[in-house]
């Protein structure tokens, strides 16, 4: 056969010279010829040479690419737009209907195929008995496809994403502006949120370049985050490489870098530097506010600078107004810079926050089975009372303190540092016993060595080494060198050092923590997790649990020294046989422990209250089984620890009488506005004014900071109920598609490939199946394996390690989507038995795009509409998804059904519900009939 003319495929659409049309129906060689059979005519037959004929396609034909080389993979189908000759090749311009692409192609590459709207006005239900059942594994590989495409559901990240995770990230992708600030509550995924956002830009090429800006403490958590649920490589800036000029920065596409050296003039020249990024991320947005002047801080200089170079930008906070509608107001407008004029009037306009903010609340949150996933915490007092030895060491350490702080009111910025380390010591003397020591005997050591006597302290430096190691600030060498702050510093930190040592024999508060706390939760038979700001307090508590309770085996640590392996083969020994797991705050951040524990224990507490929420957050999360009980021990040894004691008291007191207001589910919002007002309350200023002023002044302090944080989370209730939450009431995001879905599909279509022996396995979440002899060692990932267990979660495959997860990028699964999708598979159009479907239901694939031409999403649209074909209406989610589950039994086509009705309600349906929800920013790109059917007659088909 000739190889220099490109032959028709079979079904192409051609003329000849005498302007008979008609299509290609056989190809063969003939000497020097190549011929085509042809047909023309119902019945006529002719042979004609190939290169006597010409395309006859023409605009609005639907074709099927047809490869010419037999590995190479079909384009799909598609609708013809336009023809052309160009160097005397015959061309033809195909949008191909599920990419939404279009391309210019060889006419013979093509070949002609019904468009579904056709068979439905002749009721053509095609050759297969089954017609039915074909119909439903169609649509219902279409929308697995898209269900993972829109949501990563079926991809290779290793998370099973919560409803109200997979509609924001859906909100972001779809809204055709990914410029939002997202609000949700402590514990519910921010994180999350953002790999499935990012997977989703990803797919559409949209976040080659990612930015992550966030608080020192969690940059390797975000690295961790991003490489052990989402596959992604982020490099820390400062860490793990430097950029010495510009030109390096195309070697960085996925970057990390700390909020506070991120905002350095020259680091924040750098960033803007870069090229541009398709997506900056801010983790901790709140911070960047502006001053409570209305002035710009370096840290909101950043962002705006960072804004100009990006299209897409998120903030991240749950605390995005804290009473301050002003830098509430700043934060929008760095998001959305378009629309300053109704930032500026927020108050008298707040619906416009829905524009802008996306918010999930743990009150209205619920799994995927509609079930409110958090229940409230409940939270005890455990009070210690100091004995003489631990007062008399505070007493000099007061003493000491005040000292400090008197001299550095007079220093100028040296004085700044030494109020920094003495708010440091303090800290410590609030954790424990040996924190404060540790760090004493540290500050005394180098005032005996002399080391660098005339050095002066730099505040910057102090700031950087607390927030690079906050657990650890008790050992870390470069807080405590420097010259004397004052005359006789060293005696009196001598002093201190000597009346420490009783405590440590018979400190109360970790006697009281051991048999209070640890001993009857060891006892009865529950796990401990317990929370500490430093890791030297962490160090003192092993070692007295291991004296103490040496029948409970080891009690495991979680720090931030630890790489991420380290603390997740941690929390294996916790889950698997420890009764104890000691964290520190930076150690904990982002890990989840609510698999195996309810009880938690504060042994210090921070003087910032709102880790006290990221602390709970630890158990009170997705997952948790149990109500979760809380210790928090409180000492009351100084005015710190008090006061402290003092504001927890009194918050808990406020939330419960705001929670009895009405609420339904009163624990909940309880737990709920508990954690709002502690991340509203600033003690912290109170702490450093109160250390000359009278306990009962700092109390007054504290109740007015109770009532401005009242009002702060009214104020920001207000404004944030115009936000966009997502509750458990709607699936438009997941088209009604869940994991039920993926069984259903999987069951039905493995014996149709001749798997044998297809069964549920684990109450419904696995499958287990053999495959046939010519399949063994076909799929790459099952290696030489007969028998085949498929895990429908991600849980059960991480615990069973011979099953293979549902994974839309394996070979078996993408075989068996394939063969569904295919046009040989049929099940374009089917009639089913009545009273599984409504009279008449039509699929269509519609694709939507932004003004820019973009895409957003794939979706499927379905519309029915009853037996006379009056008037259609959309079908919802809910019930195209119910449709999808069960089998369809075929039946025969009606036959005098008003087709043409019929098709013009359908069509009309599908038209009316596209242009209700199209905006200027959401556009339809490119729509297809999928498939359609009819609730058939009783008689078999």
Request: net charge neutral; hydrophobic share 40%; proline share 5%.
């Amino acid at each position: 056969m000739r190889t220099d003319v490109l032959l028709p495929t079979l079904g192409c659409w051609v003329h000849d010279d005498q302007g008979r049309v008609g299509m290609a129906l056989e190809v063969r060689a003939e000497g020097e010829r190549s011929l085509v059979h042809f047909r023309y005519g119902a019945r006529d037959l002719v042979w004609i040479e190939a290169k006597a004929l010409r395309s006859a396609f023409a605009p609005g034909m639907q074709v099927e690419h047809v490869p010419s080389s037999p590995v190479a993979r079909s384009l799909g189908l598609g609708e013809v737009r336009a023809t052309r000759v160009l160097a005397g090749c015959e061309q033809v311009l195909v949008q191909f209907l599920e990419q939404g692409t279009c391309r210019w192609l060889p006419y013979q590459t093509l070949r002609r195929v019904k468009p579904v709207e056709d068979r439905l006005l002749r009721g053509e239900v095609g050759t297969f008995p089954d017609h039915a059942e074909r119909f439903r594994l169609r649509v219902l590989a279409h929308a697995l496809e898209i269900w993972d495409r829109n949501t990563g559901a079926l991809g290779r990240l290793d998370i099973d994403p919560l409803p109200h995770q997979i509609r924001l990230a859906h909100k972001v992708l779809t809204s055709g502006n990914p410029n939002w600030l997202i609000a949700d509550d402590v514990g519910l995924g921010k994180t999350i949120e953002v790999g499935l956002i990012l997977h989703g830009l990803a797919r559409r090429n949209r976040a080659r370049r990612v930015l992550i800006v966030c608080p020192a403490p969690l940059v390797r958590q975000w690295q961790d985050e991003m490489r052990l649920k989402f596959g992604q490589h982020y490099e820390i800036y400062g860490r793990d490489f430097q950029v010495p000029e510009p030109s390096y920065w195309r070697l960085h596409d996925k970057v990390i870098v700390s909020l506070d050296l991120a905002k350095r003039d020259k680091v924040r020249g750098d960033l803007c530097a870069a090229g541009g990024w398709d997506v900056v991320i801010f983790d901790e947005a709140h911070r960047l506010g502006r001053d409570d002047n209305g002035e710009c801080t370096q840290r909101h200089r950043l962002a705006q600078e960072l804004r100009r170079q990006t299209p897409a930008m998120l903030l991240l906070t749950a605390t995005p107004h804290q009473g301050k509608t002003p830098r509430f107001a700043a934060l929008l407008k760095l998001v959305r810079p378009e629309l300053r004029r109704a930032f500026s009037t927020l108050e008298a306009n707040p619906e416009i926050v829905a524009e802008v903010v996306l918010r999930n609340r743990k009150t209205r949150v619920t799994d995927a089975a509609g079930k409110p996933l958090f229940h409230g915490h409940e939270t005890h007092r455990i009070a210690v009372e100091p004995g003489p030895a631990s007062l008399a060491f505070m007493d000099e350490l007061t003493r000491y303190l005040r000292h400090g702080y008197a001299v550095g009111e007079r220093a100028g910025d040296r004085g700044r540092a030494i109020g920094f380390m003495m708010t440091t010591y303090r800290k410590l003397a609030s954790s424990s016993i040996a924190a404060i020591t540790t760090a004493l005997l540290g500050r005394w050591q180098r005032l005996q060595a002399a080391q660098r006597a005339n050095a002066a302290p730099d505040l910057e430096t102090l700031i950087e080494a607390s927030e690079a190691t906050p657990d650890g600030l008790a050992d870390q060498p470069d807080l405590f060198a420097g010259a004397a702050f004052f005359e006789g510093e060293a005696a009196q930190i001598l002093r201190l050092l000597r009346l420490a040592e009783p405590i440590w024999p018979h400190d109360e508060k970790l006697r009281v923590f051991i048999d209070q706390i640890a001993a009857p939760v060891f006892r009865s038979g529950r796990k401990l997790l317990v929370f500490t700001e430093y890791r030297a307090t962490q160090t003192y508590l092993r070692e007295a649990l291991l004296r103490a309770l040496p029948e409970a085996g080891e009690a495991v640590l979680i720090n931030g020294t630890m790489s991420l392996d380290e603390k997740l083969a941690s929390i294996e020994r916790f889950t698997a046989d420890a009764a104890f797991l000691i964290s520190t705050e930076a150690g904990g951040e982002g890990l989840n422990l609510q698999e195996r524990c309810h009880v938690m224990a504060n042994y210090d507490l921070p003087w910032n209250p709102s880790r006290l929420v990221q602390r709970i957050g630890r158990l009170y999360r997705y997952g948790q089984k149990h109500r979760v009980i809380v210790f928090n021990l409180h000492t009351q040894d100084s005015f710190d620890a008090k006061a402290l004691g003092l504001m927890l008291d009194r918050v808990q007191v406020m939330a419960r009488d705001l929670a009895a207001v009405g609420a339904e589910f009163r624990e909940a919002m309880e737990a709920e506005i508990l954690g709002e007002l502690l991340e509203s309350i600033e003690i912290e200023p109170i702490l450093e004014r109160a250390m000359r002023t009278r306990p009962e002044l700092g109390a007054a302090e504290i109740d007015r900071a109770l009532e401005e944080a009242r009002q702060a989370r009214s104020l920001q209730d207000e404004l944030l109920s115009f936000a966009t939450g997502f509750d458990g009431s709607s699936s438009s995001a997941t088209f009604g598609i869940d994991r039920r879905h993926v069984a259903a599909f999987l069951g039905a279509m493995l014996p149709r490939i001749g798997a044998r022996n297809v069964e549920p396995v684990h109450q419904g979440r696995a499958l287990s199946f053999e495959l046939p002899d010519e399949l063994v060692g076909v799929f790459p990932e099952l290696g030489r394996r007969r028998s085949v267990t498929i895990a429908l979660d991600r849980d059960l495959a991480r615990h069973h390690r011979e099953m293979l997860p549902v994974d839309l990028d394996g070979s078996l699964f993408r075989h068996l989507l394939d063969t569904a999708k295919a046009r040989a598979f049929d099940g374009l159009y089917a009639a089913a038995r009545a009273g599984r479907i409504p009279a008449w239901v039509a699929v269509h694939h519609l694709r939507w795009q932004n003004e820019r031409g973009e895409l957003l999403e794939d979706e499927l649209v379905a519309s029915c509409c009853e037996a006379g074909g009056e008037s259609g209406r959309p079908l919802s989610p809910e019930e195209l998804g119910s449709l999808l589950l069960m089998p369809l039994e075929s039946a025969t086509p009606t036959a005098s059904a008003p087709r043409m009705e019929v098709d013009t309600a359908l069509r009309q349906a599908f038209e009316t519900t596209v242009a209700r929800v199209t905006t200027w920013h959401r556009q339809p790109a490119s729509a297809f009939l999928l498939a359609a059917a009819e609730a058939g007659s009783e008689g078999a088909p």
